[in-house]
């Protein structure tokens, strides 16, 4: 999580960005793994973390694969006044990876946090709560621009199927989020036994 985190920090790259917080994530997936045996919480936590993150990760890529001349944090000031639903679409994408409510990676982490805490390793969870708290500066970094200030230049091309992937898993990591608590029912069935 912290390595991750701490290579993510000084990325103006869109795509080193979420390929160092894609590493970032790996370190909160493995929360649960590490908790196998030890919590009954720890396959929901790890299966249910693992949806929301793909799906919540997708929507992220898909509005990198929507903007491909846009490489740069800087480049996508003023999104939202040229493509408002592709700005929002990237807010919730994002402000999900750090694990911000109603959406999906929010109850994931929570779980995830849960699982760590009745496995006995309180200090983990601790750290994650802190590294997710630390992750806020580069995401927040990269939406500022997206959703403030004029666009310096037009877009050439936006793509729109990378748009519509987009909208689809924004809009699904929140419903996700909104109803996990059923679905983590479901997780806790007869794998774990």
């Given at each position: ?14 795509k080193r960005l979420l ?139 936006v793509s729109n199927r ?32």
């Amino acid at each position: 999580m912290t390595l991750g985190n701490l290579a993510a920090f000084f990325q103006r790259d869109v795509k080193r960005l979420l390929a160092y917080s894609a590493i970032s994530q790996v370190g909160y997936l493995l929360m649960p793994i590490a908790m196998a045996g030890r919590s009954s919480i720890a396959q929901q936590a790890l299966l249910f973390y693992l949806a929301g993150y793909a799906l919540t990760n997708l929507g992220a890529f898909a509005v990198v694969c929507a903007l491909p001349r846009a490489t740069d944090i800087e480049d996508y000031r003023g999104l939202v006044r040229r493509r408002p639903a592709l700005a929002v679409s990237l807010a919730v994408c994002l402000l999900g990876l750090v694990g911000t409510p109603p959406t999906a990676v929010f109850l994931g982490k929570l779980e995830a946090f849960s699982a760590a805490v009745d496995g006995g390793y309180a200090w983990l969870a601790v750290v994650a709560a802190v590294n997710t708290v630390a992750s806020r500066f580069y995401y927040l970094r990269w939406i500022a621009p997206a959703v403030s200030g004029r666009p310096q230049e037009p877009l050439s091309r936006v793509s729109n199927r990378p748009s519509t992937v987009a909208y689809a898993a924004a809009t699904a990591s929140v419903v996700l989020g909104v109803v996990g608590g059923p679905l983590l029912a479901v997780l806790d069935g007869p794998l774990a036994r």
